[in-house]
């Protein structure tokens, strides 16, 4: 069964530090998304990807993120100076035409 | 008011016995609806669509009331791989692929 693939699995970054996570969506997918979780709370969307442009953005995803996708395959998502309360579980997810999405299995971001 | 609000939970039940699962909504331009379960510490996974003539997939009904913006889950005969926490999901879809909306999950345990 095709995947959603992330990495890494675990990163843990100092307070004011840049990181990039990484995702493959599923190969013949079309919109591609970034959600977190905060420890102990819900799932929140963050942004939507889709014709090579961000379609859609939460209050959450402020200047300090930003979205690419460089190479037709890759997905990232970069948060340019990491707060510690961006600590949290954050899922890419992709789906076709189908609005079916699977998820990654997440990258746990630990900021300290 | 929440955009998705479900049973707080945690529901704890024998093996065997019957659950069921409460979850309303808040936009009436909601267009689809899910739900998702998610083990601990790892990714959402889709447990089955929600459409208003109500459907089953084995031991699980999900039902559907757009005129009460309510969504059911009923799952039957319970077993111990069925202790999970269950997130009610609504998609607001759109032409570019409509972001999710999740519930905070209502936890279930199932005990021997």
């Known amino acids: 069964e095709p995947e959603v693939t992330q990495t890494p699995s675990h990163q843990v970054t100092q307070m004011g530090q840049e990181v990039i996570l990484r995702c493959v969506p599923i190969?013949?997918?079309?919109?591609f998304y970034w959600y977190r979780q905060i420890l102990g709370q819900k799932v929140e969307f963050l942004v939507s990807?889709?014709?090579?442009?961000?379609?859609?953005k939460s209050e959450i995803f402020d200047d300090q993120f930003s979205v690419e996708r460089p190479d037709g395959s890759n997905f990232t998502l970069k948060i340019r100076s990491t707060k510690l309360e961006d600590s949290a579980m954050y899922f890419c997810?992709?789906?076709?035409?189908?609005?079916?999405?699977?998820f990654g299995s997440g990258t746990r971001l630990t900021v300290v | 008011r929440k955009e998705v609000e479900q049973d707080p939970g945690p529901f704890n039940v024998p093996e065997g016995a019957t659950v069921a699962f409460n979850c309303t909504y808040s936009?009436?331009?909601?267009?689809?609806f899910f739900w998702y379960r998610q083990d601990c510490r790892k990714e959402p996974k889709l447990l089955m669509s929600?459409?208003?003539s109500g459907n089953e997939d084995g031991r699980f009904t999900a039902q559907l009331n757009r005129a009460s913006q309510y969504i059911s889950l009923l799952i039957r005969d319970s077993k111990l791989s069925d202790s999970a926490t269950y997130l009610c999901?609504?998609?607001?879809?759109?032409?570019?692929?409509?972001?999710?909306?999740f519930g905070q999950g209502t936890e279930l345990s199932v005990k021997p």
């Open positions: 997810a992709s789906r076709s035409r189908v609005p079916l999405n699977t």
């Open positions: 190969s013949n997918h079309l919109y």
């Open positions: 990807f889709y014709n090579n442009e961000i379609s859609e």
């Open positions: 936009n009436s331009a909601s267009q689809s």
């Open positions: 929600v459409y208003s």
């Open positions: 999901v609504v998609n607001m879809g759109g032409n570019q692929g409509g972001k999710l909306i």
